[in-house]
């Protein structure tokens, strides 16, 4: 199993620096037997975003992309409609879980947009920028995970 974890931050992009989220992340799914064949911090851009989705899902290199932040209401959030451009088929029980289970620490979890969905044979979720949520979230959900991605690739 492949996987490659993208957090979008401008501010970070720019100043080139490492992502807290993405090493957690990358930590957890290597536990699990994920190889994280790409991470890093993209600027907060849509067609950026979707584009380097879509350049990886359809080169089969990954069967899991993973994107951190940039998933609230304001215009600069564009996580969740860069992984909608390139999505062939949405999954909206993974988001709507996601939210349901972070109601639980905070109300405005109800402002999250974050999407996921399937690209050919490549699963794409988009998780909360910060480590704590994304690493809480990702345990939450890592058996479904696993699941969709070993049965994409028989």
Same mark, same amino acid.
């Given at each position: 199993?492949?996987?490659?974890?993208?957090?979008?931050?401008?501010?970070?992009?720019?100043?080139?620096?490492?992502?807290?989220?993405?090493?957690?992340?990358?930590?957890?799914?290597?536990?699990?037997?994920?190889?994280?064949?790409?991470?890093?911090?993209?600027?907060?851009?849509?067609?950026?975003?979707?584009?380097?989705?879509?350049?990886?899902?359809?080169?089969?290199?990954?069967?899991?992309?993973?994107?951190?932040?940039?998933?609230?209401?304001?215009?600069?959030?564009?996580?969740?409609?860069?992984?909608?451009?390139?999505? &062939? $088929?949405?999954?909206? @029980? /993974?988001?709507?879980?996601?939210?349901?289970? =972070?109601?639980?620490? +905070?109300? #405005?979890?109800?402002? &999250? $947009?974050?999407?996921? @969905? /399937?690209?050919?044979?490549?699963?794409?979720? =988009?998780?909360?920028? +910060?480590? #704590?949520?994304?690493?809480?979230?990702?345990?939450?959900?890592?058996?479904?995970?696993?699941?969709?991605?070993?049965?994409?690739?028989?």
């Amino acid at each position: 199993m492949k996987a490659a974890i993208f957090t979008l931050d401008t501010g970070a992009y720019r100043a080139k620096a490492e992502s807290a989220a993405a090493s957690a992340l990358k930590r957890m799914l290597e536990q699990v037997g994920f190889e994280v064949k790409a991470a890093g911090v993209l600027p907060q851009d849509r067609s950026v975003a979707s584009s380097v989705m879509e350049r990886l899902a359809d080169s089969d290199s990954v069967d899991l992309i993973l994107t951190t932040g940039a998933v609230g209401y304001t215009e600069k959030d564009c996580a969740p409609d860069a992984l909608m451009d390139v999505a &062939d $088929r949405l999954l909206p @029980g /993974i988001p709507e879980a996601l939210r349901a289970y =972070n109601i639980r620490h +905070s109300k #405005k979890a109800i402002l &999250d $947009r974050s999407a996921a @969905g /399937i690209r050919k044979k490549t699963m794409l979720v =988009n998780l909360p920028e +910060s480590a #704590k949520m994304a690493k809480e979230n990702m345990e939450y959900i890592l058996p479904e995970i696993v699941q969709v991605v070993e049965t994409m690739s028989l």
